[in-house]
């Protein structure tokens, strides 16, 4: 019996970054585009992301206490850090030992040091932070997502962490893996899909929901409430609105607009791998593509983009 392509297992590692450089030395060897690697972490997610761990770990009575609260200024609105000292048993009072928080304006960190314990702390944040050139497991994920679309990947599970990669592109995907080979980060199984009325069922399902699924998010992106329970034409036309009287960044939207034009040509390649008839679904991707191509050209007509 042939075989139609592959179920791609995938699980990420939230303790575990990976470097860009050394992703880019592998996606040359492989030829992987750039745009399907991790993205690099800002420093401002690095700084969030070490002092957010520390805030969670100093709710022991072991670890100094990290405060983190939203600045009083209107704009930008910076986070500010406060370390206090060790808890002492049956003292109330705390004693502030240094303050941190990522300037947004400079892209900067900047820090008040009060005591030998918050300089402690403060360096150890510092030393977090200066990973530049490094991704985190969100973005490792996010390039698995870009990754599978690319190569035509259909979700086997609304929340992820399973799909399907056709037999054509499966050469492509491996590829692809092979840029992450020894690293913690993310680890991927694979199961043979047979070409079997029961797998080509279980991919017509997929298909349907994850197409929909994917316009719902693409549309929510942008403010609209949308019900995965509508049709497609349904879920489109409620963007209207938003179209007209929304902010709306030119780059945000010509996305949206690419990325429609790939659920048409996914449609259409599944039908024919399958045999199953999609015209339903076909339509109604057409029709959003039209729908979002139309909407685009008129906003830039009138030069209505934010």
């Known amino acids: 019996m042939s075989e139609i392509g592959i179920e ?32 690099v972490i800002g420093e401002g997610s690095l700084f969030k992301r ?5 805030a969670t770990k100093s709710n022991t009575s072991e670890e100094p206490i990290i405060c983190r609260e939203l600045s ?14 060790k808890r002492i048993a049956n003292t109330t009072a705390l004693k502030e030992v240094a303050t941190m928080f990522f300037d947004k304006n400079t892209g900067l960190i900047k820090y008040s040091i009060l005591t030998e314990e918050g300089r402690g702390i403060v360096n150890s944040v510092l030393d977090s932070c200066n990973r530049d050139g490094y991704s985190s497991e969100k973005e490792v994920r996010a390039s698995i997502q870009r990754a599978s679309d690319v190569f035509m990947g259909v979700k086997l599970r ?11 592109f499966v050469s492509c995907w491996d590829n692809y893996a092979k840029i992450f080979e020894g690293h913690k980060c993310v680890e991927f199984e694979y199961i043979t899909v047979s070409c079997d009325d029961r797998s080509k069922k279980t991919i017509f399902n997929a298909i349907e ?11 929510s992106k942008f403010g609209v409430s949308v019900s995965p329970n509508n049709d497609i034409v349904s879920i489109v036309r409620a963007f ?56 685009f050209e008129e906003r830039q007509d009138l030069d209505l983009f934010g």
């Open 8 to 39: 791609v297992i995938y699980s990420t590692a939230s303790d575990n970054l990976v470097s860009r450089c050394e992703m880019e030395q592998r996606a040359d060897k492989y030829g992987i585009p750039y745009d399907l690697l991790p993205r």
């Open 50 to 54: 070490a002092t957010t761990s520390m």
């Open 240 to 295: 209207k609105d938003t179209v007209i009287s929304g902010n709306i960044k030119i780059d945000a939207f010509n996305n949206m607009v690419n990325r429609f034009k790939l659920y048409v040509k996914k449609v259409n390649a599944y039908e024919q791998l399958i045999g199953f008839d999609l015209d339903d679904l076909y339509k109604q991707v057409i029709f959003a593509r039209d729908f979002i191509s139309e909407e």
């Open 209 to 219: 929901r994850d197409i929909k699924d994917s316009i719902c998010d693409e549309i």
């Open 158 to 168: 609304k929340n992820g962490g399973v799909f399907f990669i056709p037999q054509q």
């Open 72 to 85: 009083k200024q209107k704009s930008p609105k910076n986070t500010i850090v406060r370390v206090f000292e």
